[in-house]
C-alpha cells in the first residue's frame, strides 16, 4: 500500500529552539527543570547555555513528504526512539526533514494493521547531525481503507 513511499524524504525545514517554546513544553510536559529554562543554570551549565527537553523536536516542522498522504485521526502512536549527538541548545537554527524509512502489514484480530517508520532528522545549519527521531505510526483497517480510496486518484498521475 504505502510502500511506494519508503526512501522518500521532505525537503529541510528551518527551525529556531526559542526559549518561550521551551519553557511552555517543559510546563506542559511537567519538568520544568532549571536548565530547561533557568538562564543563570544554563551559563553554569557545560554547555554555557539552556538546553531544550529531550521530546522537544515533537513540535519542529519536519515538512511534508510528497505523495505520504495520512489522515490524522485514527492514528495509533507506536514507538518513538530519539538519539542525540548532543543537546539542542536555546536559541539555536535546527534544520529538519523526515523520511519514510519503512511500510509493512500484519493481520491480527481486528484486521489488518498497517505500520509506517517515519525518521527524522535534526542537523546544524552546517549539516552536522544533532538528533534522529524514530516513529512508528500504527494504522488500523479503517485508515488502511480510507487511505486505498484516496490514494488511488493520486496515484495515476
Do not use: W
Not at 500484519?106 to 547531525?129: A, C, S
Amino acid at each position: 500500500m504505502l510502500t511506494y513511499c519508503i526512501g522518500k524524504r521532505s525537503k529541510k525545514v528551518k527551525n529556531i529552539v526559542e526559549r518561550a517554546k521551551v519553557k511552555q513544553f517543559a510546563e506542559a510536559i511537567g519538568d520544568a527543570h532549571p536548565i530547561f529554562i533557568d538562564k543563570e543554570t544554563g551559563r553554569n551549565s557545560r554547555y554555557k547555555k539552556n538546553i531544550a527537553p529531550p521530546t522537544f523536536p515533537r513540535v519542529f516542522d519536519y515538512g511534508a513528504i510528497e505523495g505520504l498522504d495520512i489522515p490524522n485521526d485514527g492514528l495509533i502512536h507506536g514507538e518513538q526512539i530519539y538519539h542525540y549527538d548532543r543537546p539542542l541548545l536555546i536559541g539555536e537554527k535546527i534544520y529538519c526533514f523526515q523520511e519514510v524509512k519503512d511500510y509493512y502489514e500484519k493481520t491480527g484480530r481486528n484486521g489488518v494493521m498497517g505500520f509506517i517508520i517515519i525518521k527524522r532528522y535534526g542537523e546544524t545549519e552546517g549539516g552536522h547531525l544533532i538528533f534522529t527521531a524514530e516513529q512508528v505510526i500504527i494504522m488500523n483497517e479503517g485508515v488502511r481503507k480510507e487511505i486505498k480510496r484516496y490514494e488511488k486518484p493520486h496515484r495515476a498521475k
